[in-house]
C-alpha cells in the first residue's frame, strides 16, 4: 500500500498564493500517476489536478488552468500543488490521490488539508 501525507494548507487573501505538498510512502514503486482533488461541505469531490509518475499528460479542471501548477519529484516521492491567484471559490479541503499500476481508479487517498481563500 501507499501511505499519502498532505501539508500546506492554509489562510490566504485573495489574489494570494499557496503550495500543497504530498509525500508518498510504502509501495512508491507502483505510483503511475498522481492527482489532486478538492471538496466543500457543499459540493461533491471534485478533480484538480493530475500528473503521470514518468512520461504522459498532466491535466488540469478548467477552473484551475492557468491559476494553479501540479508538478513531482520522484526523488522525493513528492509532488506538489502550487496555487496562485487563489479565489474564494477555490476555498476547500485538497487531497492528493494515487493510482497504482494500470488501474484507472485512485487507489489511496490522504488525509486531506484544508484551504480557505478570503474574500
Known amino acids: 500500500q501507499v501511505r499519502l501525507v498532505e501539508s500546506g494548507g492554509g489562510l490566504v487573501q485573495h489574489g494570494g498564493s499557496l503550495r500543497l505538498s504530498c509525500a508518498a510512502s510504502?509501495?512508491?514503486?507502483?505510483?503511475?500517476?498522481m492527482g489532486w482533488f478538492r471538496q466543500t461541505p457543499e459540493k461533491a469531490r471534485e478533480f484538480v489536478a493530475s500528473?503521470?509518475?514518468?512520461?504522459?499528460?498532466?491535466y488540469y479542471a478548467d477552473s484551475v488552468k492557468g491559476r494553479f501548477t501540479i508538478s513531482r519529484d520522484t526523488a522525493q516521492n513528492t509532488v506538489y500543488l502550487q496555487m496562485n491567484s487563489l479565489k474564494p471559490e477555490d476555498t476547500a479541503v485538497y487531497y492528493c490521490?494515487?493510482?497504482?499500476?494500470?488501474?484507472?481508479?485512485?487507489?489511496?487517498w490522504g488525509q486531506g488539508t484544508q484551504v480557505t481563500v478570503s474574500s
Open positions: 500528473i503521470p509518475w514518468s512520461v504522459g499528460i498532466t
Open positions: 490521490a494515487v493510482r497504482l499500476g494500470s488501474t484507472l481508479e485512485y487507489d489511496a
Open positions: 510504502g509501495r512508491t514503486f507502483s505510483i503511475s500517476r
